[in-house]
């Protein structure tokens, strides 16, 4: 899919490496490539992640008298009087014009530590300029010469001062840019080379650049062109323009989204299904050594009622259930199973890991084994001969039919089923709705069941998951344990630590998460005021120094497959005590014996990622207990203390998430741009775009793409042609059965 790209204008058909400065098998092509860039048109549409309004330039006193205030003190967290607190608790990085008094000089600390060090003044006062390991940079700065600064001032010992700002040259009569851009990189290219090569891009093609939102559309909206937005969403004029621009992007994704969902629906609905005989579920049920909750009836009545056809008409199932992590989902998904079975159908059920698979295929074959339904295991790590003994019971013809576990890469690869009836998607939390197009593309036309743990707000749902029916599974088990949460800011964690040990002395494990690393890729012209945030890998490398003898280990989402599933196996088997992680144990295993759940900058998560992180502990019968840290966590009045709140307060998956629809809106809950590499859903980055706002844009793009598909199914108009080729449903999705 990643690959694939729109054909017709020729912005979309120029390969990057038409412009100059990109040679054809060279190195900025490959990197270019690496970011997902093919042709000019990807170049221009590979936004800003975010912006760095330099125009505002602001004087040393001025900052120095906002520094001075003591309760500003930042950042120095701990020497913060908490309660007085406000929004303006944090300085924002901030432009200055100043001009080197003192010849840089070179210092060299120790272990191979090196710093520059200089004086620039403007007519109000001195600001001292330090920037580490950067030797050259000795010779950049010239006593006399005049720059534009950019970067989080701070205070040392009465002086105000900046570290590793960015900076350009700025001489009498210079013209600076008022918004600078920042964009997602890969190693080797420079916010400076790129910026380049998007200017060249913009000359050279932005004549052919297509127009794909209907003009009429265009109008409705007051929305700006194709050729004004990507102008101005990489060279913004001012702010203004910049959200003109961000708007009629944001709108085109959600328009170009909708209709892809939609095409996909209506060829799925002329799909016809196999035919199911009535089944009794009572032998499944009976053997469970639990009643099932009554959201677990309806949610499998629902499934039952789609298996068997509504209305006379065998349609296909295409139903999502959703629940909160431990609601019992795998029952449901047994059932489903089963009824398919019973019907001489096979059933392909995927997870994302190996782990999760084996999980699965130990607790349904304890469950259906005995029922006699011949359940097989289907992962890489497999020995050959296991291997092909599973993949025969799929496809031999004289063989039962099967429930085939295994991890998405295999199923959708090498097995070939004799009657597949229905494919089980499990934890598919990041809604890939052209990825689960391709997959029910493949193979035979069969039905599919997603489970998602992702509550999604009421208002979003039919957005979201237009392409699905949806189950809501809103009752959990009787006697679940309640995780409390706490809340605490950074002063916390030596005596957090402390707990930490404490847990793990008890027998029991402890999780810790880390936002991921966000790679800014800076140069010396943008280089970046931020603090270090903590990673996963150093974090742990900290705690197995303080802790020898206890068992630390670190997984990220940049380790391969095999490397995760080994750390997360030796989790399970508690021969590692705390593990430290991003999010990619949100996807998780059972380790009933985890009862601790530490979270570091909490507030740069999602609250439904909380919900779900958190939910990782309370599964077994130990107290649990989650922390969440935070800098804002007194931080009273501000949005992310707002959202913390309701961690502490609320425990309801659902309700969570409705507060973070309306608190931040509906970009944590689409697809983010990391995954649409893959999935090719969203790619637009919505960072920036208020809450409210994109929630307005997202309703009018889907009730125009509604309007456009009655009265142009096929998209065959003129004014729809440029639409047409993008949201075409993915083939093999057409294929009927015979
Ligand atoms: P999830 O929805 O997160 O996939 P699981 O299906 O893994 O949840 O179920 C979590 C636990 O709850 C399992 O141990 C399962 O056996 C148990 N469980 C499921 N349904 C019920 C029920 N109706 N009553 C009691 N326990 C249940
Ligand atoms: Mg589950």
Request: charged share 25%.
């Amino acid at each position: 899919m990643a690959n694939v790209k729109p054909s017709g204008a020729p912005a979309d058909t120029m390969p990057v490496s038409s412009l100059s400065g990109v040679s054809p098998g060279g190195v900025r092509e490959a990197q270019l490539h690496k970011l997902g860039i093919y042709t000019v048109g990807d170049l221009l549409r590979h936004y800003p992640r975010r912006y760095e309004f330099r125009g505002d330039v602001v004087t040393v006193k001025s900052v120095l008298d906002e520094l001075s205030v003591p309760s500003l003190l930042y950042p120095f967290p701990s020497f913060l009087d908490n309660d007085n607190i406000d929004t303006s608790y944090e300085l924002t990085p901030k432009s200055f014009i100043l001009t080197v008094v003192t010849e840089p000089k070179l210092v060299t600390a120790k272990r191979g530590i090196s710093f520059i060090k200089f004086r620039a003044a403007d007519d109000t006062g001195v600001c001292e300029i330090v920037f580490f390991n950067q030797p050259y940079l000795k010779r950049a700065f010239p006593t006399g010469s005049r720059f534009r600064f950019y970067g989080k001032p701070t205070l040392a010992r009465g002086s105000l001062r900046l570290t590793s700002p960015s900076y350009e040259a700025a001489p009498p009569g210079a013209e600076l840019a008022p918004v600078v851009p920042v964009y997602s990189l890969t190693s080797g290219m420079t916010q400076k080379i790129f910026s380049g090569l998007v200017k060249k891009a913009f000359s050279f093609a932005a004549s052919s650049l297509v127009d794909r939102i209907p003009e009429k559309l265009r109008e409705k909206h007051s929305l700006p062109t194709i050729r004004y937005a990507i102008k101005n969403i990489h060279f913004p004029a001012d702010e203004k323009s910049l959200n003109a621009a961000r708007q009629r992007l944001v709108y085109e994704e959600f328009l170009i989204y909708a209709l892809k969902v939609m095409r996909i629906r209506a060829t799925r609905d002329t799909l016809c299904a196999h035919y199911i005989n009535k089944t009794d579920i009572k032998p499944l049920v009976s053997q469970l050594p639990f009643p099932l909750t009554g959201a677990q009836k309806r949610a499998i009545n629902d499934i039952y009622a789609d298996l068997r056809g509504k209305n006379g008409k065998r349609g296909l199932m295409y139903r999502i259930i959703v629940g909160d992590v431990g609601c019992g989902k795998t029952v449901v998904a047994a059932a489903a199973a089963y009824i398919i079975i019973k019907n001489g159908f096979d059933c392909a059920m995927m997870a994302p890991t190996e782990i999760l698979a084996r999980q699965h295929y130990a607790d349904l074959s304890a469950l259906l084994s005995s029922l006699g339904i011949k359940v097989v295991l289907l992962v890489g790590s497999l020995k050959a001969r296991e291997k092909r003994e599973s993949i025969n019971a799929c496809c031999d013809p004289n063989g039962p039919p099967v429930l085939a576990v295994g991890t998405h890469a295999l199923i959708e690869e090498g097995v070939r089923f004799r009657r597949l009836g229905l494919v089980i998607t499990d934890e598919q939390h990041r809604f890939g709705v052209m990825q689960r197009a391709a997959l029910s593309g493949k193979g035979e036309v069969a039905h599919v069941l997603v489970m998602s743990a992702t509550p999604i707000p009421r208002t979003l749902s039919l957005v979201m998951l237009g392409d699905l029916d949806e189950s809501r599974i809103d009752e959990m088990p009787p006697g679940r344990q309640r995780v409390t949460t706490y809340v605490v800011d950074e002063s916390y964690l030596e005596r957090i630590e402390a707990f930490m040990k404490r847990e793990t002395e008890a027998g029991h494990q402890v999780y810790v998460v880390c936002p991921a690393v966000e790679d800014d890729n800076t140069d010396g012209a943008s280089g970046s005021g931020r603090p270090e945030m903590m990673t996963a890998v150093g974090y742990a490398e900290a705690l197995s120094k303080k802790f020898p003898d206890i068992k630390v280990a670190y997984v990220h989402g940049k380790m391969k497959g095999a490397e995760k599933d080994a750390v997360m196996r030796a989790f399970a088997a508690n021969e590692i005590k705390i593990l430290v992680s991003t999010t990619v144990i949100e996807v998780g295993v059972n380790v009933p014996n985890a009862t601790l759940m530490v979270v570091l900058n909490a507030e740069r998560f999602g609250l439904s990622q909380l919900h779900q992180l958190r939910g990782r502990v309370g599964r077994g019968t130990a107290k649990s207990i989650c922390i969440l840290i935070s800098r804002y966590a007194k931080a009273k009045g501000t949005t992310a203390y707002e959202r913390l709140e309701t961690m502490r307060t609320t425990y309801d998956g659902f309700a969570i998430a409705e507060r973070d629809l309306a608190l931040r809106g509906p970009g944590d809950f689409l697809p983010s741009s990391e995954s649409t590499r893959q999935s090719g859903d969203l790619p637009i980055n919505l960072a920036g775009i208020e809450g409210a706002c994109a929630m307005k844009l997202l309703d009018a793009a889907f009730s125009d793409a509604r309007e456009i598909m009655s009265d142009d199914p096929t998209l065959s108009k003129p004014e729809h042609e440029p639409l047409a080729a993008i949201t075409a449903p993915i083939e093999g999705a057409e294929r009927t059965i015979s």
